[in-house]
């Protein structure tokens, strides 16, 4: 557009520069008018690359290299470079090389870290015309509105994931238990999994009754499924205040969740490694995991028999969603945001995200695409789609500081016998803390 405004105006000083304003001021003028067409003709002709980045996830990786094959042939004109990182190195090189203009056009992120890509101003809102608020709520889930900062939406998800219970048909009816019933509730659970676990004549585990890994999905199990279930709540409506204290429920899921391994000894920390090492070789009878598990056992453990059911509840039933969305950068304008919101309406597509349930496992981010009868009804999918309406999606303003509060907190009740009340009391301090000073920062902003 600049362009050809200069080319119009270049006309029009050329016609106006001679005397005579007769047919020869005309035929400047027409020029410059055959000019603008010209170059708007060849703007919209011009080859544009712009950059992508993702974790290292191997499904996601071979995934996206077939969607940008796709992408590109539909629009020739644009060319999609595909980099990615380690999954520990990721926010490093975020860091490192977006403020410094050399990083990605279009960026895949957890959504926990929204706030701090925000607030560090790594991102620019989605285009509106793309990506308004309406267009949004219309079509998303409501749980994606914690993409939306400061009145204005930063990223958007091609899927999105639930926790559910993963559990093992052939354990269970070794255990003498019914495959076609899977614990409920959480006295459910405790029971089932005393009867699944089993252990040598040392005393070591061979079978955890569970898998219980709390670096791992139990954080998110505690805040938006456990809490809730109790009879709590998260975070206030404004999102400034934890609510966990507020009430029984909070102590009452932290205290549950530690008890299904130093009280009832169905799992342990780190065994196998970790919690979905443990479940793919029949280590583990049953594990709380995520939708995007399923992807990987496909690969990895072909042969486990296992099914999948909603988490156990109690007073109240609830889930936890989490999501990986995709956003642009701060410094990304003219054709390469043209080009940066053309991909972003791609990946958040029908095709696609019917392609993601497919290679990855996640679910997708569209009600009208996930509520189809194909995934609804399936053995695998069902479950986890059936409890999106109940999802609670945790606001994080430091995603790896919250997950590291809690794993200490536990640590300090499992390893260092640390009171129960003392160890929950110094969580719920340190995290409110957290939020405290984030929005202290927001407000002077």
Partial sequence: ??????????????????????TAGQSDSNKGTEAAKSAAKTGSDEKVTIEYWQYVYPAKVDLINALID??????????????????????????????????????????????????????????DSAFSEETIKKEFFPFVETAKLNGKYYAIPTAVRTLALFYNKDLFAKAGLDPAKP??????????????????????????GLAWQPNSQLHHWYRDALVYQAGGKDLSDDRRKILWGDSPAGFEAFKYLIDLSLVHNLGTKDFYNDDIT?????????????????????????????????????????????FWANAITKGVQGKKLEAATQFLNYLTSKEVQEQWVEKVGELPAKKEVALQDKYVKDEKLGPFIQQLSYAHAHFFVDEKLERDYFVEAVDQVVLNKIPYEKAYQELVQKTQKLYDDYWTKQDKK
């Fill in 1 to 22: 557009m600049t362009l050809s405004m200069l080319l119009v105006f270049t006309g029009c000083s050329g016609g106006a520069a001679k005397p005579n304003t007769g």
């Fill in 278 to 322: 443990a479940f793919k070789g029949s280590h583990a009878a049953m594990n709380i995991d995520g939708s995007f598990q399923l992807g990987g056992l496909k690969k990895d453990a072909p042969n486990l028999n296992y099914a999948i059911a909603p988490l156990p509840s109690y007073k109240e039933k609830a889930t936890q969603v989490s």
């Fill in 183 to 208: 614990p409920a509730t959480w006295e459910e659970l405790v029971s089932y999994g005393k009867k699944l676990t089993e252990k040598d004549s040392k005393g070591q585990y061979v079978v955890e």
């Fill in 70 to 127: 796709d992408f590109q042939k539909k629009h020739p004109n644009i060319t999609v470079k595909h980099t990615n990182f380690p999954y520990d190195q990721y926010n490093e090189k975020v860091a490192a090389l977006v403020p410094a203009g050399k990083g990605p056009d279009v960026i895949n992120l957890y959504y926990g870290w929204l706030p701090k890509y925000v607030a560090s101003g790594y991102l620019q809102p989605l285009p």
